[in-house]
Every structure is written in structure tokens, then in C-alpha cells.
């Protein structure tokens, strides 16, 4: 079995072979029968997604067609804001009133665009931590194993990307919320160019951190996702205020004059569990040069400092958002979460300021690596997703490559690159220049013309 | 449902007293009420974050004291160059 796409629904929607009603069945049904398992939402719009998906039929009937995403299923992760309806950030804490009365501009352009959003999915306790059981929200699983995480925090949107329950969705990405769901579920996101998707109406983590950005089967569902996504929006100060665009048209598979630094020295930092870490990237690499792509090793000698740099920073703007909250509600936050914000107490003003200017100093170096490539490639995680029982909580994010590149804002895709001895997803990295979004696109788009890993189907969403 | 706990592995480790007082103040001076065991469990993640700002400040340098990250004027200038 090969999942759907955006892609090709959106080519079936036009050609008569389904409707939006269609679609939106097919996955409410498989949510129906999974949902109770998997925990992928936290709240579930039926009846405004129906409404969503007749109106779409009817103006694609009219000839009123408003693009790709027109009558397609799509997630959006709990801390965006969706009009009429509360955004819980999977927390006691959260003023249900917040945003309510307005769709966050994200969630506005997909909506405009046509797209049914079937609900709001589950994340970690304002996009950090791990799920506690004994806070009333759905534990998220993994559709591959659901003993094993699906990685946070855009765990519901990347489990049912997944398991089928909407083809397309929303994640966020302070240290990597995009793509190590996306890595642990066997699905592809993006990490936008810091400030090429406005934030505002998205519940902050930590505010020179956060990203949006879309998560999908594929290089060019998410490239037709940023399409509709990226702008300016002055309500973010941090947007940008010229943005490319022209994604989803810069996908030809062909990769020829393109120079592809691999980094293979980050892996060694953390334990290969299943030892096929390394034999992906070296597949996924041949694969790109297949492709036409020229091949170059690189080292990222500013790596940890990179990655201690979003630890830092991460922890001290999530206190300063959360401090006075947590004075007061300490016992309603999730105990994972808590444990994770409580650590912005430890550190000084000084050591802040030091993270930025270190940052500044990672990134400049980061700049020299890239000014020899087009793009770096790099392993997304450690392993594939852990059980839950073996997560250790003070180490979990030495086993994940991500936060270094939310320091540095660059864009950065993550994509399915084979498969565990037993089955479980595995990803690779693609890093860009700023603004590039629409070139590491397509080396993941390229990669995908010559694979099948995103397609496959975990045999949950398959068995009757 | 599946019947499998998602509760995450306990800490194994055992800080040193020392770094349970610390941590403790600290926690109190910003106005929170951890339990002994969530002060026991963040002073094992002190070591490991006061190590990163440790090495944070090796390699800031001289570098200007810019508190706020703003890629924008960067990126802007990286596309127009």
C-alpha cells in the first residue's frame, strides 16, 4: 500500500475520480477507528470540516478553484489559533479566550486556500516536554509501534500525516518539533527560513527560536503547503518582509550543477542504536547524486555550539513567558513540561546574553561551511523513535540533531531515508542557504522521484 | 488502547547535595515550589546546562553584546549580495 498524497489528491479532486466530501470521509473513517489509540487530536471540527469540504466541491464545481490545497484534509497542531475554538497548547494553564475569536494568519491563508481543516492535534505541553498521563489530554503514539513516541512537539500532526488521518498539517519548530516527528513517523516536514511563515496567533516557545512550517507525505506536498504559508504578516515582528515563493514550481528532480556538502560527524556524538543510521545517509546521499547532484564531505565545527546555543536560549524565553504562570499554576503543568521551563530558573541574564552572542559567532562560522555548498546533509536523529519507557529525560535531546539549525533560522527539511531491521522510520536532513527554502525542497523532492519511503504505511493505517 | 505506559524512564542518577541546595535556591528566588524530587531531577540537568553556557562563553568572544537574534537585515543582505 503507498499513501495518499496531497499531490495526488489534489489531481483527483480535478479529474472527476473523488470530491472533498470523499476525502474528508476516508480519513474521518480511519480517525474514527484510530484516533482512540493513536491520541493524534485533541479536538476534532466535524461538522465545520464538513461544511469545509461542501463548499469546496461546490466552488470546484462552479469553477472556482483556489489551488492545490482546494478541499483537502489538513491538521492544525494546538497552539495555532483557530477561530471560534479554544487552543488548549495541551494545557491546563492556557486561557481558553486567547486568539479565539480569530484564525491565527497561517490557519487564515489555508483556509482561503481552500483547505478543510479536520481539528486541532495534539503536541507536547506548550510545544515542550513530554506527555504525563495524568493530565487530561490524549497521549500521542506512534502509528509505526505505539509503544514508541512519535516525537514531539508536533506529535499529532505528524502521527496522522502518518496514519492517514489528514493528508497535510501544521507543526511548529523551536528545536526541532517539525522534523523529529516527521523523522520518527516516516513523514517529510519543513522548517522554514526563520521568519518566512508569520507566528502570530501561535502560543510562543521561545520567540528568536520559533518556527511553522508544513508536514507532509512529501518534499511537494510541503512545498505546495509553504506556497500558501509563507509571507509577511506585520503582526510578526520577526517576518520576513520579501519572500520568495515559487516553491512547489522549483521541483524538477533534476539536481545537475547542485553541491551537496554530507555530514557524517554528528552522528558520532550519540549511540546508533540500530547501526543503520549512517547506511541511510550513505543511500540517501547516493540517491541525490543519482540525481545529477555532486557530492562533498563537510564537518559543522560549530555544531555543538550550536545546539548548546537553542538549549539555552530555548530554556530562558520559555521561562520569561512562563514565569508568572508557573508561580501560581505549578501543579497544572504537566510534570515533563515544568521539568523542561524550570530550567530557564537556573540560568542568568548573563548566560542569555552569552547565548546570543555565541549564536552569532556558531552562525557566522556555520556561513563559511556554506559558502562551499548549495546545501548539507545530515542525519535527522540518533535512532529511530524510542519507547516511550526508554526515554531518558536528560538526554533526549543529545540523540536529536535538530536544535543546532533552529539557531542558526536556516531552512531545513526533513525526509524519510529507509527503514530500522524492524521496521521504524528513519530521516535525513537537508540544510539550505536563508531563503533557499525552495531549493532544499527539491533535493527532498528529487530524493523522493527516486525512493519510496514516504510513501509506505504503517500497517495500522492499512488492516481493517 | 494499547496498554503500554507511556511514562518515561525514572532518573538513575543522583546529584550532588551541593547542587541540590543550589538548585533549590535558585528555583525559590524565581518564585517556583518544585517537590524534592523534581529539584533532585533538575539538579541533574544543572551540570549539563551550566556546561553548555560554560562553552557559550568561550566562543562569544569579544562578539557585540546583541541580545536579540533578528536574521532579517542578515538574510536580506545574503539574497541581495
Not at chain 1, 38 to 54: D, H, K, M, N, S
Not at chain 1, 76 to 96: E, F, M
Not at chain 1, 410 to 415: E, N
Request: aromatic fraction near 6%; include cysteine; charged fraction near 20%.
Amino acid at each position: 500500500m503507498t499513501a495518499l498524497t496531497i499531490t495526488e489528491a489534489a489531481r483527483r479532486l480535478r479529474s472527476g475520480q473523488a470530491t472533498a466530501v470523499d476525502l474528508l470521509r476516508q480519513v474521518s473513517d480511519l480517525a474514527d477507528k484510530l484516533d482512540p489509540q493513536l491520541g493524534v487530536y485533541i479536538t476534532r471540527f466535524a461538522g465545520r470540516a464538513q461544511e469545509a469540504a461542501e463548499r469546496a466541491d461546490r466552488e470546484l464545481a462552479a469553477g472556482l478553484d483556489r489551488g492545490p490545497l482546494h478541499g483537502i484534509p489538513l491538521g492544525v497542531k494546538d497552539i495555532l489559533a483557530t477561530k471560534g475554538w479554544a487552543t488548549t497548547g495541551q494545557s491546563l494553564v492556557n486561557d481558553p479566550s486567547w486568539w479565539q475569536d480569530r484564525d491565527a494568519p497561517v490557519v487564515a491563508r489555508l483556509r482561503a486556500a481552500g483547505a478543510v481543516i479536520t481539528g486541532k492535534t495534539t503536541t507536547m505541553e506548550y510545544a515542550i516536554g513530554l506527555p504525563d498521563p495524568d493530565k487530561p489530554f490524549p497521549v500521542p503514539r506512534n502509528p509505526w509501534d505505539p509503544v514508541t513516541w512519535p516525537g514531539g512537539s508536533s506529535s499529532g500532526t505528524g502521527a496522522g500525516v502518518a496514519a492517514g488521518l489528514f493528508l497535510g498539517g501544521l507543526g511548529t519548530d523551536t528545536g526541532g518539533s517539525i522534523r523529529i516527528p516527521a523523522a520518527y513517523c516516516g513523514i517529510t516536514g519543513h522548517k522554514p527560513t526563520y521568519g518566512l511563515v508569520p507566528r502570530a496567533g501561535c502560543l510562543p516557545l521561545g520567540f528568536s527560536l520559533d518556527h511553522i512550517g508544513p508536514m507532509a507525505r512529501s518534499a511537494a506536498d510541503c512545498a505546495l503547503m509553504l506556497d500558501v504559508m509563507a509571507g509577511h504578516d506585520s503582526l510578526d515582528p520577526a517576518a520576513q518582509p520579501d519572500v520568495p515563493g515559487g516553491y512547489a514550481a522549483a521541483l524538477t528532480g533534476d539536481l545537475t550543477g547542485l553541491r551537496i556538502g554530507v555530514e557524517r560527524t554528528i552522528p558520532l556524538s550519540a549511540p546508533d542504536r540500530d547501526g543503520a543510521v549512517i547506511p541511510a545517509l550513505n543511500d540517501t546521499a547516493a540517491a541525490l547524486a543519482a540525481a545529477g547532484a555532486e557530492l562533498v564531505d563537510v564537518t559543522i565545527p560549530v555544531y555543538r555550539d550550536l545546539a548548546d546555543a537553542d538549549t539555552i536560549i530555548m530554556a530562558s524565553e520559555a521561562f520569561s513567558y512562563h514565569r508568572d504562570m508557573m508561580r501560581e499554576r505549578w501543579a497544572d503543568y504537566g510534570r515533563y513540561t515544568r521539568a523542561f521551563i524550570a530550567q530557564g530558573a537556573l540560568l542568568s541574564a548573563a548566560d542569555y546574553v552569552t547565548a546570543q552572542r555565541a549564536r552569532r559567532v556558531a552562525c557566522a562560522a556555520l556561513d563559511d561551511v556554506l559558502a562551499t555548498v548549495d546545501v548539507i546533509l545530515t542525519p535527522t536523529a540518533a535512532t529511530a523513535a524510542p519507547a516511550y519507557e526508554d526515554i531518558d529525560l536528560h538526554t533526549l535531546m543529545a540523540v536529536i540533531f535538530t536544535g543546532a539549525f533552529n539557531s542558526t533560522g536556516l531552512p531545513v527539511l526533513a525526509a524519510p531515508a529507509g527503514f530500522t531491521t524492524s521496521g521504524m522510520p528513519l530521516s535525513v536532513q537537508v540544510i539550505g542557504h536563508p531563503l533557499a527554502d525552495a531549493t532544499v525542497l527539491a533535493v527532498g523532492d528529487a530524493l523522493q522521484r527516486r525512493t519510496a519511503h514516504h510513501l509506505a504505511e504503517p500497517e495500522i493505517a492499512t488492516h481493517d | 488502547m494499547t496498554d503500554v505506559s507511556p511514562e518515561v524512564s525514572p532518573d538513575v542518577q543522583s546529584p550532588p547535595q551541593t547542587t541540590v541546595e543550589l538548585v533549590r535556591a535558585l528555583t525559590t528566588a524565581a518564585g517556583l515550589a518544585p517537590s524534592a524530587a523534581e529539584i533532585e531531577s533538575l539538579a541533574v540537568a544543572y551540570p549539563i546546562l551550566r556546561g553548555a553556557a560554560d562553552r557559550l562563553q568561550a566562543i562569544a568572544g569579544d562578539t557585540d553584546p546583541a541580545p536579540v537574534f533578528n536574521p532579517v537585515p542578515m538574510f536580506q543582505a545574503a539574497r541581495d549580495a
